[in-house]
């Protein structure tokens, strides 16, 4: 019996430590969030010698500027903890969405997990604009004006450093009347997330 117990005992630590090797932060080394209803266990790859490969490995993109880190004076621009802590106490309690904004075949192949999928050239189509608005929490006056006094607190990607897609959301969704203070900018975007060996998830 006493062997069982020590047995199960070590299990539980190596359990437990099992994704100490490479850390989020000193006192944290995963969290759960939901994607879709089910619980997903957010980590870091914790292989040493991982690299990253494939498109998001890349360096150089042509005609791709990299973006600045203060995109609008009223918009926060946040890194990865942040992020983490908006998914697992906004995103978590339904208080805050986590939007996706590259392209459609993007997001189905690989995702953040939490996030929603909201291609940025949704922009352009004022029908689909007005639609996302609505499911943000915004109202339409019949005086044409917007309230957004119930609107959902957001955080934005993209690809990474270079993509523009979140710089020209935001402006869009800024030129509309959506609150700049319930809006954050995650600039490293997916390719960030890679580099760093953050769990995703496939949609």
């Avoid at 199960?8 to 759960?32: C, E």
Wanted: glycine share 6%.
């Amino acid at each position: 019996m006493r062997i069982f117990i020590v047995v199960f005992i070590g299990i539980v630590v190596l359990n437990a430590g099992q994704f100490d090797k490479v850390r989020i932060t000193p006192k944290m080394s995963y969290l759960y969030v939901y994607h879709k209803g089910k619980a997903v266990k957010v980590h870091r790859i914790q292989d040493t010698e991982n690299k990253l490969t494939g498109e998001y490995a890349r360096q150089f993109r042509p005609e791709k500027d990299i973006q600045p880190i203060k995109i609008h004076k009223n918009i926060q621009t946040i890194a990865e903890v942040e992020l983490l802590h908006f998914m697992k106490t906004k995103v978590n309690n339904k208080q805050g969405l986590l939007v996706d904004l590259r392209d459609k075949e993007e997001y189905i192949k690989e995702s953040i997990p939490s996030a929603v999928n909201i291609p940025a050239n949704v922009r352009n189509d004022k029908v689909k604009v007005e639609k996302i608005l609505t499911i943000l929490g915004a109202k339409r006056a019949l005086d044409g004006s917007l309230n957004v006094d119930d609107t959902q607190v957001i955080a934005v990607y993209c690809n990474g450093l270079w993509c523009n897609k979140a710089s020209k959301f935001i402006s869009t969704f800024l030129d509309l009347g959506y609150p700049a203070e319930k809006i954050l900018y995650y600039r490293g975007g997916f390719q960030m997330w890679k580099i760093l060996g953050f769990t995703t998830v496939t949609n």
